[in-house]
């Protein structure tokens, strides 16, 4: 339960020992990041499946309810980011909050997190590029296609080999490659827009909120948990129909927590992070409205593809073509996706690393290139396998579980933090706390509960097994797991006058109360 001060988590990243991340982003950066992140196949798919299988017309409703819960998750990132600027995350804001042990779990919460992300985001690009490189003529051998019968994955697997090797480059080479790859994927979405608004038809949007009517229901271990203990909640359409897309529509926001592992890199944090967070989200937010307004307004709801509704919905007004504009632009944007997780993930090993609760070589930084490269090259030997060799599309529903049971401990966070430290500066402060950070940690629960029974379970198999490394390696290896014979230097609180200014930190890296 020991809990690392804020002033110990300042100077931890202020050491020149483990190593410092070179302060090279700005506000436009982490937008870049974060929609880069969030902004995938969830606009070309994921609208058309649930206006047609929940909320008809009305999911663009529901795109708007699901970024307002977004949104108070979103804020309580940015106010512990603002007031702790270093790498980890959620790692890191845990363990400032609620001790070692919370923070450990939701490290390897993080780490399944964002390492499946990756490795399902390179099994999905991959079939999108062989779907494009079959209709050029272009066949690869059936043993390195991967799926059904093949031995590897070879796509997905020289896909990470290469964003790893980008990513330790770091610098201006990985940060103009996330440009150029983000803005062809926004491009596409503006020209799916621009092109889907000539052949909306304004009938297909009556009624713009369908009848209520019952909803298909899974069984076994894919049953929603909160429908196997109040079996019959669940109904499609009407107003519960478009509270119940909004759950569906709210996995399709995650990833802009990654956002957060950046702090470290950003040249003025507190003014950067939260305009990184929150500008990511309403840009996003926007697209994913505007993009379920014009699918739904071209074809009827009712008769919407689930499997790739967009470009059928073109080629039900006479343009397939549009449909291979499209897979290019999923082809380009996955690309964004697979990138910003394994740089988080980076992150979130680094700063676990730095307290010893995993081996201290992961926290070393490259003496040229200022990027986590050990940490790299160790994840980017697992996501090559895991992405080549394993079928890992049973293991999707964990990036969602793992992601919201982040935001729950990060929106406590808020609150506890408040509590301890009422003085602490902070550059940003939510608004209306506790009550938003509550909203924030409801809905996530709500969501987490209607994840499936085998996602539970797996996930419950998965925290036990990092509870029992926790118990063997991380407890008493932690550079903490000694009592601390002298008092923590403090950081100044800016609204305490008798409060003295004091340096926090090393002779490599000092940081006063006054320039935090």
């Not at 109904?235 to 478009?242: D, K, L, N």
């Not at 291979?324 to 992150?347: D, E, K, W, Y």
């Amino acid at each position: 339960m020991r809990v690392k001060s804020v002033e110990q988590v300042l100077a931890s990243a202020e050491s020149a020992g483990n190593g410092r991340l070179r302060r090279d982003q700005g506000w436009f950066d982490l937008i870049v990041t974060g929609v880069g992140m969030v902004l995938g196949t969830g606009i070309f798919v994921f609208t058309g499946q649930v206006a047609k299988q929940m909320a008809g017309p009305s999911v663009a409703v529901s795109f708007v309810l699901a970024a307002a819960v977004c949104g108070c998750a979103a804020l309580c990132y940015a106010e512990l980011a603002s007031a702790l600027p270093v790498a980890g995350s959620a790692y890191t804001f845990t363990y400032a909050t609620l001790g070692e042990l919370a923070a450990w779990v939701i490290g390897w919460a993080l780490m399944l997190e964002l390492t499946l992300s990756a490795c399902v985001v390179a099994v999905g690009w991959s079939g999108y590029l062989q779907s494009l490189m079959d209709t050029a003529g272009i066949h690869l051998p059936a043993a390195v296609r991967g799926g059904e019968g093949s031995v590897m994955n070879l796509p997905a697997m020289l896909l990470i080999l290469l964003l790893v090797a980008l990513l330790i480059r770091g610098g201006t080479v990985s940060k103009g490659a996330t440009r150029v790859l983000v803005a062809v994927k926004v491009a596409v979405v503006l020209f799916v827009i621009v092109v889907g608004a000539f052949f909306i038809d304004a009938s297909n949007y009556s009624p713009f909120i369908p009848p209520s009517a019952p909803a298909e229901t899974a069984t076994g271990m894919h049953t929603p948990l909160l429908q196997s203990l109040l079996p019959g909640t669940t109904s499609a359409f009407g107003i519960t129909g478009v509270i119940t897309a909004a759950a569906m529509v709210f996995v399709a926001y995650i990833g802009f927590d990654v956002v957060a592992t950046s702090a470290e890199e950003t040249r003025r944090p507190q003014r950067d992070l939260p305009i990184g967070l929150l500008g990511s989200l309403a840009i996003v937010t926007v697209l994913y409205v505007v993009v379920s307004l014009v699918l739904t307004g071209m074809q009827s709801y009712g008769r919407l593809s689930v499997d790739a509704p967009v470009a059928e919905a073109f080629k039900a007004v006479g343009h397939p073509m549009v449909g291979a504009v499209i897979s290019m632009g999923v082809v380009v944007g996955l690309v964004t996706v697979c990138m910003v997780s394994i740089r988080g993930q980076s992150r979130v090993l680094l700063a676990m690393s730095r307290d010893r609760l995993l081996p201290p070589a992961f926290a070393a930084v490259h003496p040229r290139y200022a990027t986590p490269h050990r940490s790299l090259i160790a994840l980017g030997v697992v996501m090559t396998l895991l992405s080549g060799f394993v079928d890992i599309g049973v293991l999707a529903d964990l990036v969602n579980i793992g992601t919201l049971f982040a935001f729950m401990l990060v929106s406590a966070g808020v609150v506890i933090l408040r509590r301890t430290r009422p003085a602490l500066p902070r550059p940003f402060r939510v608004p209306l706390v506790p009550l938003l950070p509550g909203i924030s940690f409801a809905a996530c629960l709500y969501l987490m509960i209607n994840l499936s029974l085998l996602t539970w379970l797996t996930f419950l198999i998965w925290l036990g097994a990092g509870l029992l490394l926790y118990a063997v390696y991380g407890r008493r290896r932690s550079a903490f797991a000694q009592p601390v014979t002298t008092p923590a230097p403090q950081v100044a609180d800016r609204d305490d006058p008798t409060t003295p200014r004091v340096a926090v930190g090393s002779a490599a890296g000092t940081v006063v109360k006054g320039d935090l």
